[in-house]
């Protein structure tokens, strides 16, 4: 991980990172934490098959992803559920028919930096399959695959595995 050095408050190369959670200034004794981020995965499912993602940008582009994002302030997890699907997919959900499966904590790493997140994971079950407009920056191919085909080594991310081992297994 990159290593923050000049004090927010400050501005002296006095900040030392705990390896853990949080920076601290030796010069000025301003605290500057890591928190954990909200994001939120939504397994889209129809019948026996969940719709991917591929990812067209790092982190980790190449990769099966499930639809989903950062939670903004002052917004729920439904809610980002609900934002992140049209933002990415154009598909305008109801918010009561998602049902809260799990959360695991991931690292997700940008430009150097880890966030540490808790991702929430969601189910949200459809009729019948759709089509995505692959104009979409974020995305460069969506695929339906049936849940006995999944594999693990295909997905972008170490919570989004974890999550579709045990849910392959119970769902």
């Known amino acids: ?20 959670k949080k920076w601290s200034c030796t010069q000025c004794s301003f605290v500057l934490y890591n928190n954990v981020a909200g994001a939120v995965a939504v397994v889209i499912r129809c019948g026996d098959e969940i719709f991917l993602t591929r990812r067209n940008q790092d982190p980790k582009k190449g990769k099966l992803d499930m639809a989903g994002g950062f939670t903004d302030p002052k917004e729920s997890a439904e809610n980002t559920c609900k934002r992140e699907l049209y933002e990415e997919l154009k598909l305008n959900i109801d918010v009561s028919n998602l049902k809260y499966l799990a959360s695991l904590p991931n690292v997700y790493q940008y430009k150097e930096i880890d966030y540490n997140t808790i991702d929430l994971f969601f189910e949200y ?4 399959k759709f089509e995505v407009d692959l104009e979409i920056s974020e995305i460069s191919d969506t695929v339906w695959i049936p849940l006995n085909e999944i594999n693990p080594d295909d997905i972008a991310f170490d919570s989004q595995k974890k999550f579709l081992e045990t849910y392959i297994r119970n769902f």
């Open 1 to 20: 991980m990159k290593n923050l050095t000049f004090c927010p408050n400050c501005g002296n190369q006095t900040l030392l990172w705990d390896q853990e």
């Open 125 to 128: 079950n459809v009729a019948e």
